[in-house]
């Protein structure tokens, strides 16, 4: 089993894991990398798991020695929270919103935030 990832053109990597279509880079790579030796995991928080996300499934991420970064990103408004790895067992925590600039290190990626959120459109309660 392999997963297919897009990510925008301003993806910079020396890589012989991606190749170039378009605007974007597409990277194939092996399910077990995934599942074993994750660098970064991304959660898209909904209303319904934010609480676990945050608390119980972090605290479990946090023992996988290879991962580097947790990144949460909101469901309901334009915001992106990071967890980096620090030493020993500090996580270092930051929140950006629409215009600031988010970098991945472990994955030499950077973007602003509106990027990520480009096309969303949130549903907005009417009274």
Partial sequence: MFFL??????????SNL???RGNY????IHYSLFIEHPTVIIEILSPSTEKYDR?????YYRQIPSLQEYILVDSKSISVEIY????GKIW????????ESITLSS???TSTVKVLYEGVN???DTV
């Fill in 5 to 14: 990832i897009i990510v925008y053109s301003n993806y910079k990597n020396n």
């Fill in 18 to 20: 991606f190749s170039r």
């Fill in 25 to 28: 880079s597409l990277f194939i």
């Fill in 55 to 59: 608390g119980d499934k972090f605290k």
């Fill in 84 to 87: 980096q790895r620090g030493e």
């Fill in 92 to 99: 270092h925590y930051s929140a950006y919103t629409e215009e």
């Fill in 107 to 109: 994955i030499e990626f």
């Fill in 122 to 124: 949130f549903e907005t």
